[in-house]
């Protein structure tokens, strides 16, 4: 298979406390649906632990589920370790519980597109498809 031709690998993560992830399953198996490589990281997950597996599994992209309102400071810790790692260039998307005036804060922080809970999953597709190749 060629460099062109070659699935998007995505991680997908629950950083932090939170204990639901039925979202971020979903949005996993949409994403695998559409012929991606979906690694799923479970629940709580330190900022460090998902860097790390974004960098063992040469991730294109790093989508993080948040619903417990810690997405600021989660998303910050996680772009810090990629960064520390050698990968700020991986693609990071943040979705959840997501308030609209937050959307901002993230993407100066350099997070790629928010999708709050009830976004489209093809956007997300389309999204990851036009910019995940980190």
Do not use: W
């Given at each position: 298979?060629?460099?062109?031709?070659k699935?998007?690998?995505?991680?997908?993560?629950?950083?932090?406390?939170?204990?639901?992830?039925?979202?971020?399953?979903?949005?996993?198996?949409?994403?695998?649906?559409?012929?991606?490589?979906?690694?799923?990281?479970?629940?709580?997950?330190s900022?460090?632990?998902?860097?790390?597996?974004?960098?063992?599994?040469?991730a294109d992209?790093?989508?993080?589920?948040?619903?417990?309102?810690?997405?600021?400071?989660?998303?910050?810790q996680?772009?810090?370790?990629?960064e520390?790692l050698?990968?700020?260039?991986?693609?990071?998307?943040?979705?959840?519980?997501?308030?609209?005036?937050?959307?901002?804060?993230l993407?100066?922080?350099?997070?790629?597109?928010?999708f709050?809970?009830?976004?489209?999953?093809?956007?997300i597709?389309?999204?990851?498809?036009?910019?995940?190749h980190?």
């Open positions: 298979m060629t460099a062109a031709t699935p998007l690998r995505i991680v997908i993560a629950k950083p932090g406390l939170d204990g639901h992830d039925v979202g971020a399953k979903v949005v996993c198996l949409a994403l695998r649906d559409a012929g991606m490589e979906v690694v799923y990281t479970g629940l709580r997950k900022p460090a632990q998902i860097a790390h597996v974004a960098l063992e599994e040469g992209a790093v989508g993080l589920s948040v619903l417990s309102g810690s997405h600021v400071p989660l998303t910050r996680v772009l810090a370790e990629l520390r050698g990968i700020a260039d991986t693609t990071v998307l943040v979705g959840g519980n997501i308030p609209e005036k937050d959307h901002a804060v993407r100066e922080l350099g997070v790629a597109a928010v709050p809970t009830g976004s489209d999953f093809a956007d597709v389309s999204f990851l498809r036009e910019h995940g980190g």
